[in-house]
């Protein structure tokens, strides 16, 4: 496959992934603002785009939050960008991808402009959601798993482990005690299957292990981790360059065994240092790809902002 079309597909998985879970973590942010009476709302804000790597000085109010990553249009952090840079990435990529994904994407972004900063956020975040799981639907429904399929889903596996140790990192927000374990479940639709799996009460312990190690569900991090390893194994001409392709699996296995083989205690103890390891884990993942797929024949420049 060459290297460009690899590199838009990857990129495709990633920022569709990426504009789901940032409208999952900005709607339980929200919510914990309104509930928690205490809340230092400033504080709280500043801390989040931290964890979502946009910094910004001063004081940060409700508003920016939502400008920086809800509706900024040139940002590779913020929904609308991402919505916009996943249709771009899909016009380069139109040759491989069906027609069906395509125009999902094409109508996702033409729908944004009905969407403003004056619009209710809930009702937006949950439109993001609904079209980023008709994309994925539409996607797994009409695409061949051949090395397209594994490109976008690579870059999914990835962008999911990233984003759900950020998710996980907003129970440490400054100003704030973060949201509690019942509605980190529910952000990630884990609810019901963590009822199902465990069959008792949420603790944390319990709802931590969930979500960080469990091999069932595909929103644990660990889910995610082991199948992003699996997923290189399996693209056409790993094998010719086993260095790189190996030394990516090798920081994702590292990070996936490290959280499967820590006491969870342990893990909640350092719950930030933690979900830093995972973050550079997937970057140093996200890197490898980059020089081992996408440079050597490259028609375009590394330009891919990623978080």
Do not use: K
């Amino acid at each position: 496959m060459l290297s460009r079309i690899a590199e838009s597909l990857f990129w495709i998985g990633r920022y569709v992934e990426r504009a789901d879970n940032t409208a999952r973590l900005l709607d339980v942010h929200l919510n914990v603002l309104l509930e928690d009476p205490w809340v230092d709302e400033p504080s709280a804000n500043a801390s989040l785009l931290s964890v979502m790597s946009c910094p910004v000085d001063g004081p940060v109010s409700r508003g920016d939050v939502l400008r920086h990553l809800a509706f900024e249009d040139d940002s590779a952090t913020s929904i609308a960008g991402t919505l916009a840079a996943a249709r771009e990435n899909a016009r380069r990529a139109r040759e491989v991808i069906s027609t069906e994904v395509w125009e999902s994407l094409n109508t996702t972004r033409m729908d944004l402009r009905r969407w403003s900063r004056a619009s209710r956020p809930h009702e937006y975040f949950v439109w993001v959601r609904e079209r980023a799981a008709v994309v994925w639907g539409l996607s797994s429904a009409t695409t061949s798993r051949d090395d397209a399929w594994h490109f976008m889903e690579l870059g999914r596996s990835l962008e999911r482990a990233d984003m759900i140790a950020r998710l996980l990192m907003t129970r440490s927000l400054e100003g704030t005690t973060g949201p509690n374990w019942t509605t980190l479940l529910r952000t990630c639709s884990a609810h019901e299957a963590y009822l199902r799996t465990v069959r008792a009460l949420v603790t944390e312990e319990r709802a931590a292990e969930f979500l960080l190690i469990d091999r069932l569900f595909p929103r644990s991090i660990a889910y995610n981790l082991d199948r992003a390893e699996s997923i290189l194994s399996q693209i056409e001409g790993s094998e010719s360059n086993r260095a790189l392709a190996g030394r990516a699996r090798l920081a994702l296995g590292r990070a996936r065994t490290n959280l499967e083989y820590s006491p969870v205690r342990d893990i909640l103890d350092d719950l930030v240092t933690q979900m830093h390891e995972v973050q550079r884990a997937c970057a140093t993942a996200s890197d490898l790809i980059r020089d081992r797929y996408f440079l050597p024949a490259a028609t375009v420049t590394w330009n891919q902002e990623a978080l």
